[in-house]
T-cell receptor, first 109, second 114 residues
Framework: DAKTTQPPSMDCAEGRAANLPCNHS???????VYWYRQIHSQGPQYIIH???NNETNEMASLIITEDRKSSTLILPHATLRDTAVYYC??????????FGPGTRLSVLP | DTGVSQDPRHKITKRGQNVTFRCDPI?????LYWYRQTLGQGPEFLTY????????KSRLLSDRFSAERPKGSFSTLEIQRTEQGDSAMYLC????????????FGAGTRLSVL
């Protein structure tokens, strides 16, 4: 079973920030939080990952709470092309990726 | 394009036939993974290779499924005596296999068993 819980769906207006939450209350100290997204009929695409500090790259920002029990993926200016299913995964070295059903984000014009 | 490539993209077959899918990973990646994804679900891990060695198989991988990576480069996934329940998207991913194990996925092979 997935170690994460995500809302099944969210809407966001185009141009606004999309904030996607993820709960991972049983995360261990050496486990990372990874985010992937999957656009219809394509394979999952890596977005970002982090351990305990907040992370930012050209695609998104990842905010991890101090107790590491939850995180938020932020797409700062959502576009229609960001419509996808977003997966939050907890992963530790030597484990396998376990995907849950993810959050279906719809960016609306 | 130097990403993960999968072939074919789509496969339609009749129940009872054998099918084989191919995955070409990113060239310097020593780990290769296979996943299966059904409609509305996230990908499910099937198996992975470290170079040519198959190190782990999920219990989802029945005896009808076999995967190989003969020279540590490309991999094949064969399904024998296909069943309608095998209809799914089969995804391949590769990674460097280090602690921060970022996996890069191919576009997948969609299998339809009639």
């Amino acid at each position: 079973d997935a170690k994460t819980t995500q809302p099944p769906s969210m809407d966001c207006a185009e141009g606004r920030a999309a904030n996607l939450p993820c709960n991972h209350s049983t995360i261990s100290g050496n486990e990372y939080v990874y985010w992937y997204r999957q656009i219809h009929s394509q394979g999952p695409q890596y977005i970002i990952h982090g351990l305990k500090n907040n992370e930012t790259n050209e695609m998104a920002s990842l905010i991890i709470t101090e107790d590491r029990k939850s995180s938020t993926l932020i797409l700062p200016h959502a576009t229609l092309r960001d419509t996808a299913v977003y997966y939050c995964i907890v992963y530790g070295y030597g484990q396998n990726f376990v995907f849950g059903p993810g959050t279906r984000l719809s960016v609306l014009p | 394009d130097t990403g993960v490539s999968q072939d074919p993209r789509h496969k339609i077959t009749k129940r009872g036939q054998n099918v084989t899918f191919r995955c070409d990973p990113i060239s310097e990646h020593n780990r290769l993974y296979w996943y299966r994804q059904t409609l509305g679900q996230g990908p499910e891990f099937l198996t992975y290779f470290q170079n040519e060695a198959q190190l782990e198989k999920s219990r989802l991988l029945s005896d009808r499924f076999s995967a190989e990576r003969p020279k540590g480069s490309f991999s094949t996934l064969e399904i024998q005596r296909t069943e309608q329940g095998d209809s799914a998207m089969y995804l391949c991913a590769s990674s460097l296999g280090r602690e921060k194990n970022i996996q890069y996925f191919g576009a997948g092979t969609r299998l339809s068993v009639l």
